[in-house]
């Protein structure tokens, strides 16, 4: 395994230096907020055809086609400690995690104060064709954003949005909602408690679709998850 590790310098945004005079007391003011302004970025190639990324960590997570034949990671982060990207070939596979230093905050609920651990980090990553893409997950909202492979998702709780669903997709999740458009899919969803509405129809537990062999398969598995589909 070996880390990505960056330092970035910080740079005030143009109204927090607009005189010398108001300066100081500015960069007290919004020095937290200037400092949370925190970007990593990591480009590079490989060979593996599977791809495996943790999102451990993070609260948004996007996935989006690469136009090249490089995977590129940027990682946005509000804390302003070192951020780190783990990289690890492994049978063949890539393995992505991402180590993001929690922010605590402390809110006052009925005079008792409760201390919030937030990471306040998202990834948008772009991968080339030929690759498929498992994702790992607690609570994490994900977006495909039309990735022409195919992809498998593992979280506990979250938003997937999916757009034009182009490949394989499986999914599993205890809570959240899916969305999706499919044209050409077997389709094969369940929820135990969720609502399952396909295009303008609602469904209690379960949705079958079968069109053929060859076509893309589509599922999803949960308990709680509301699952919203287009197909038409």
């Given amino acids: 395994m070996f880390i990505i590790h960056y330092k970035k310098s910080f740079s005030c945004r143009s109204f927090f230096c607009s005189t010398k005079n108001n300066f100081i007391l500015l960069f007290l003011l919004f020095s937290s907020v200037i400092l949370s302004q925190k970007k990593v970025v990591e480009k590079f190639e490989s060979q593996s055809k599977e791809i495996e990324i943790s999102t451990i960590g993070l609260d948004n997570f996007v996935l989006e086609n690469s136009t090249s034949g490089f995977i590129e990671i940027t990682l946005f982060a509000e804390n302003i400690n070192d951020q780190h990207i783990f990289l690890e070939n492994k049978n063949d596979v890539l393995k992505v995690e991402f180590k993001i230093a929690e922010i605590q905050t402390e809110e006052t609920v009925f005079r008792k104060y409760i201390t919030k651990r937030l990471h306040r980090a998202f990834v948008i990553i772009k991968i080339p064709k030929g690759k498929k893409v498992t994702i790992f997950g607690d609570e994490i909202n994900i977006e495909s954003k039309n990735y022409q492979e195919d992809v498998t998702i593992f979280i506990e709780k979250g938003i997937v949005k999916l757009n034009q669903v182009k490949a394989n997709v499986s999914i599993k999740l205890y809570e959240g909602s899916v969305y999706g458009t499919l044209k050409n899919s077997n389709i094969n969803v369940t929820s135990k408690t969720g609502?399952?509405?396909?295009?303008?129809?609602?469904?209690?537990?379960?949705?079958?679709?079968?069109?053929?062999?060859?076509?893309?398969?589509?599922?999803?598995?949960?308990?709680?998850?509301?699952?919203?589909?287009?197909?038409k």
């Fill in 195 to 231: 609502k399952i509405k396909v295009d303008t129809l609602f469904y209690k537990k379960n949705y079958i679709k079968k069109i053929q062999k060859n076509k893309n398969n589509f599922s999803v598995v949960t308990i709680k998850a509301n699952i919203f589909l287009t197909t």
